[in-house]
């Protein structure tokens, strides 16, 4: 399964609404799509599992969607601290497979 | 705290071999499977390979499959991966991650993740 995030780059202002997607080249069990975020020189951090729960202490203002081969992750009010790339992640089962997107970009603009 | 620290990067040079290690702690390390991932310079996330906890039946990407093996100590606390035959394409910071496994239906995805080691293979 190759999963497709796009935008590459993403150029918004602080407090605006931030849609970034990952698509599926096949279907793709939502219990199984995770989303991370990672600042410059820094290891990534989980925000979301079974595509839509955030991880333990993730701000709400991060939320993620989607099934089949389509997943979004919206951050309704950009920070200064958003600011980052944007991993999405499969888990796939027999064999076991963690296909990445390629990431996406978030920007200052 | 749940903690993992990598060590033992470096620069190497082709075809040579070199072994990472992740010691985990502030957490039931047998619990859980481990996870190495690997980044490229400048580039993104490229899974490599788990070990579930028990360390039986070890999973790598098709690109390192052959040359790099992951094992664990559950006594110790760690986890290692063993690189050979390492390419000028294998350069990248290799972290380790815990795989939180099942919460109820859910994958709970990778979380936490270490600070990573670089790896250099140049000749």
């Known amino acids: 399964i190759v999963l497709t995030q796009s935008p590459g780059t993403l150029s918004l202002s602080p407090g605006d609404r931030a849609t970034l997607s990952c698509r599926a080249s096949?279907?793709?069990?939502?219990?199984?799509l995770a989303w991370y975020q990672q600042k410059p020189g820094q290891a990534p951090r989980l925000l979301i599992y079974?595509?839509?729960t955030r991880a333990t202490g993730i701000p709400d203002r991060f939320s993620g969607s989607g099934s089949g081969t389509d997943f979004t992750l919206t951050i309704s009010r950009l920070d200064p601290e958003d600011f980052a790339v944007y991993y999405c992640?499969?888990?796939?089962?027999?064999?076991?497979?963690?296909?990445f997107g390629q990431g996406t970009k978030l920007e200052i603009k | 705290q749940v903690q993992l620290v990598e060590s033992g990067g470096g620069l190497v040079q082709p075809g040579t071999s070199l072994r990472l290690s992740c010691a985990a702690s502030?957490?039931?390390?047998?619990?859980?499977?481990m996870h190495w991932v690997r980044q490229a310079p400048g580039k993104g996330l490229e899974w490599v390979a788990v070990?579930?906890?028990?360390?039986?039946?070890?999973y790598y990407a098709d690109t390192v499959k052959g040359r790099f093996t992951i094992s664990r100590d559950n006594s110790r606390n760690t986890v290692d991966l063993q690189m050979n035959s390492l390419r000028l394409e294998d350069t990248a910071v290799y972290y380790c991650?815990?795989?939180?496994?099942?919460?109820?239906?859910?994958?709970?995805?990778?979380?936490?993740w270490g600070q990573g080691t670089l790896v250099t293979v140049s000749s």
């Open positions: 991650a815990r795989d939180v496994g099942r919460i109820g239906v859910f994958w709970g995805g990778l979380d936490p």
């Open positions: 502030g957490f039931t390390f047998s619990g859980y499977p």
């Open positions: 070990i579930p906890s028990h360390g039986t039946n070890q």
């Open positions: 096949q279907s793709v069990s939502s219990y199984y």
């Open positions: 079974g595509a839509s």
């Open positions: 992640q499969q888990y796939g089962s027999s064999p076991p497979t963690y296909t």
